[in-house]
Every structure is written in structure tokens, then in C-alpha cells.
Nanobody, 121 residues
Framework: QVRLVESGGRLVQPGGSLRLSCDIS??????MSWFRQPSGKERVFVAA????????LYADSVKGRFTISRDNPKNTVFLQMNSLEPEDTAVYYC????????????????WGQGTQVNVSS
């Protein structure tokens, strides 16, 4: 059984920063990803990190602004988001999978419940 719990979402002004966390309860180590889903739109890939943390991948829309990382002893994955834009407003989901990278939502094995990020002045 895998349980993922996201936290850290809130209202932030454009240009601001935010760090999301995902606490992982699992018996094995998974590839971890972040996806996001704006209201009324499809869920899309944001970033992925492999089991060791040595490999990362980003969507073009966030490259250079977002950083995914993981703390394996603490079973946590992070998404550091800088230079936030209104277009980053979405529910952000933590995801676990056995394949690196999985960028297609319907192929993801496990999902968290999501955390809302609003970027607005």
C-alpha cells in the first residue's frame, strides 16, 4: 500500500516562491513526480525524480523555475517553485510510479490527494 500526502499549497503573489512537500508511505522506493491540474483543464506533468534522486526531468513550462528533490531517509519529495506566474495556479499532485519518467497521468500507479496553489495579486 502506498500513501502520498501533499502539503504547502497556498495563495502567493506573482514572482513569489513556494515549496510543496509530499510525505511518502511505501514499502519500496518509487520514482516520484509532480503533476498539476488547473481548474477545468487536464492534469499535466510538471517534474519527475528517479529513485536515487540523481536524475530529474521537467516540463518546458517550469524548467529553470521549479526544482524537484527528495529526502529518502525522511521519505519526502519536494517541489521548489520560484518566479511563480498566474499560469501556475492549479491543484498540484504528488505521484509515485515504478517507471522513470512517467509523464502520462493515466499510467501513474499512485496519487496523492492534491494541494491547491493560487498565484494572484
Amino acid at each position: 500500500q502506498v500513501r502520498l500526502v501533499e502539503s504547502g499549497g497556498r495563495l502567493v503573489q506573482p514572482g513569489g516562491s513556494l515549496r510543496l512537500s509530499c510525505d511518502i508511505s511505501a514499502r519500496t522506493r518509487y520514482v516520484m513526480s509532480w503533476f498539476r491540474q488547473p481548474s477545468g483543464k487536464e492534469r499535466v506533468f510538471v517534474a519527475a525524480i528517479n529513485e536515487s534522486g540523481r536524475r530529474t526531468l521537467y516540463a518546458d513550462s517550469v524548467k529553470g523555475r521549479f526544482t524537484i528533490s527528495r529526502d529518502n531517509p525522511k521519505n519526502t519529495v519536494f517541489l521548489q517553485m520560484n518566479s511563480l506566474e498566474p499560469e501556475d495556479t492549479a491543484v498540484y499532485y504528488c505521484a509515485a510510479d515504478s517507471v522513470y519518467p512517467t509523464r502520462v497521468p493515466n499510467r501513474i500507479d499512485y496519487w496523492g490527494q492534491g494541494t491547491q496553489v493560487n498565484v494572484s495579486s
